[in-house]
Every structure is written in structure tokens, then in C-alpha cells.
């Protein structure tokens, strides 16, 4: 049992185990990309830890960019604008990949989604540590799931409760 702030939380999935599924998502990704040299974009802060350790088992080719997604409301029309920021890497005709530390309701997701499918790469693909299919909203496609969670409020390796958290090594759930 931890506390984060003024919370408790209890661990959930151990650092040994996060890593096991990451580096069977790595040899999955490795395999599927034979041939190619993958972009693949990480989503900060959150995928961080993920992004490292998946990275470092990745047997081909590849390049790596760290974006920060901002999202704003348009003040003549209707609807939401994503940008990513920090992304100087030219994507368009290049296979990319997502990374992203967990999809929750997707609304995030659909966003970084069309956000960098304006950008017409050759294919984008979405990698995500964790997935929580019960809030799911949107119709997305997560090509690579590491762990399918309830609906539960969870910290570490990356995660954060309030910007605190992000450094502990293995992940964590809040305690009912
Ligand atoms: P979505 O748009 O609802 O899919 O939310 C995605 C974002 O919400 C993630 O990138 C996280 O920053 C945050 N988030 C969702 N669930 C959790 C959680 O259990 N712990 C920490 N952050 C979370």
C-alpha cells in the first residue's frame, strides 16, 4: 500500500509483469513492421516509461518523437482542435505509431488520431500500455493492448493522480 497526496493506492500490476507484456508488445510490433522503419510517436507525459522500455526491445529500424497533445475550442465554430506539439519529425508517407500510456473514453485518442492523420502518413497504428474497454466512447481501433483494466483510477510507470506518482515502478490502483 501507497500513498499519492491524499490518497491510497495498493499495487496492481508489478513493474516484473509490465515489463513482461512490453517486451512481448516490442517483439509483436518488430515482427509487423519487418521491413519498415516505424515512427512512432509518444504521447507525454503519461507513455514516457512505457515508451522507453517498449523502445529498448524494438529489433528493427525505427525512430522515436515525443509530442504533447493540445487540445483548445475554436471560438467561430463548433468542436475541438488537437495539435501536437513538438512534432518537427515530416510523417506524411511514413508508417507511425501511437503510444499512448492508457485510453479511457477514447475522446483523447480520436483526437491524436485525426490530429495526425492530417498529416497523411502512410498508416498509424495505436499502441496503449492500458485500456479500459467499460468507458470506452469512441470507435477507435487499439492495434496493441497491454493490459485490458475495469474502470478503476490507477498511478505509476508513467500514470500520474494529479502530477504526482508518474516515478513509481510499478503501477498502482486507488484503494475503495
Ligand atoms: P480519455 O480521453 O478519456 O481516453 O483519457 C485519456 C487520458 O486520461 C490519459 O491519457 C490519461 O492522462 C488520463 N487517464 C485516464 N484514466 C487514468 C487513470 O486511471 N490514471 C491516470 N490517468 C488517467
Do not use: W
Not at 496492481?12 to 516505424?38: C, F
Not at 511514413?94 to 490530429?115: S, Y
Not at 492530417?118 to 467499460?134: G, H, R, Y
Not at 490507477?154 to 494529479?162: F, S, W
Amino acid at each position: 500500500m501507497i500513498q499519492v497526496k491524499d490518497k491510497t493506492f495498493e499495487t496492481y500490476i508489478t513493474e516484473e509483469a509490465l515489463r513482461e507484456r512490453v517486451n512481448i508488445l516490442a517483439r509483436q510490433i518488430s515482427e509487423d513492421y519487418g521491413g519498415k522503419t516505424p515512427l512512432f510517436l509518444a504521447i507525454l507525459n503519461g507513455a514516457f516509461i512505457f515508451a522507453a522500455d517498449l523502445l529498448k526491445q524494438v529489433a528493427i529500424p525505427c525512430e522515436i518523437s515525443f509530442v504533447k497533445v493540445a487540445s483548445y475550442h475554436q471560438m467561430q465554430s463548433s468542436g475541438t482542435v488537437t495539435e501536437l506539439i513538438g512534432l518537427t519529425e515530416n510523417i506524411a508517407g511514413r508508417p507511425v505509431i501511437i503510444l499512448e500510456d492508457i485510453v479511457d473514453t477514447g475522446i483523447t485518442m480520436e483526437q491524436i488520431l485525426q490530429a495526425v492523420q492530417a498529416k497523411e502518413p502512410e498508416s498509424v497504428k495505436i499502441a496503449t500500455l492500458l485500456f479500459k474497454p467499460d468507458a470506452l466512447q469512441k470507435n477507435i481501433q487499439l492495434d496493441y493492448v497491454g493490459f485490458q483494466i475495469p474502470s478503476r483510477f490507477v498511478v505509476g510507470y508513467g500514470l500520474d493522480y494529479d502530477g504526482h506518482g508518474r516515478n513509481l515502478p510499478h503501477l498502482y490502483v486507488l484503494k475503495e
